[in-house]
């Protein structure tokens, strides 16, 4: 996964999520968070630049403080594509399995998305 940290890529990010509004806005407010300052040391990540498949959101990993706390390791998912959302849970390098998370996104098949993930896994899924 790339992290984007240009603003005329974090702004043309935007623009294109503001296209698939409403189901984008999990990602859409960081990507403006971060466009303008990033007070909240948040990083959007995309799967290739500029046709992405998905961007993922995400506190940077080294502001983690707590393993166990879901609500500090929250990820938010937007993807035009259901196998790279699959490809993103499978991946070691952007969703870490060895904290507690919770992922949002506003798109059918998610859940079922990450409960095949965790089942193959053998990991609990809440």
Same mark, same amino acid.
């Given at each position: 996964?790339?992290?984007?940290?240009?603003?005329?890529?974090?702004?043309?990010?935007?623009?294109?999520?503001?296209?698939?509004?409403?189901?984008?806005?999990?990602?859409?407010?960081?990507?403006?968070?971060?466009? @303008?300052?990033? %007070?909240?040391? #948040?990083?959007?990540?995309? $799967?290739?630049?500029? =046709?992405?498949?998905? *961007?993922?959101? @995400?506190?940077? %990993?080294?502001? #983690?403080?707590?393993?166990? $706390?879901?609500?500090? =390791?929250?990820?938010? *998912?937007?993807? @035009?594509?259901?196998?790279?959302?699959?490809?993103?849970?499978?991946?070691?390098?952007?969703?870490?399995?060895?904290?507690?998370?919770?992922?949002?996104?506003?798109?059918?098949?998610?859940?079922?998305?990450?409960?095949?993930?965790?089942?193959?896994?053998?990991?609990?899924?809440?």
């Amino acid at each position: 996964m790339l992290i984007l940290r240009c603003p005329a890529q974090l702004q043309l990010l935007e623009e294109t999520l503001r296209k698939s509004l409403p189901t984008t806005l999990p990602v859409l407010g960081t990507v403006m968070t971060v466009a @303008r300052g990033n %007070p909240a040391s #948040h990083e959007v990540l995309v $799967d290739s630049w500029p =046709n992405f498949s998905i *961007v993922l959101t @995400r506190l940077r %990993p080294e502001d #983690h403080r707590d393993p166990r $706390d879901y609500y500090t =390791n929250q990820l938010s *998912v937007f993807y @035009r594509d259901k196998g790279a959302l699959q490809a993103l849970l499978e991946s070691t390098e952007a969703v870490t399995r060895g904290r507690a998370f919770q992922i949002l996104g506003m798109q059918d098949g998610l859940d079922e998305a990450v409960q095949d993930v965790a089942s193959a896994r053998g990991l609990k899924v809440e």
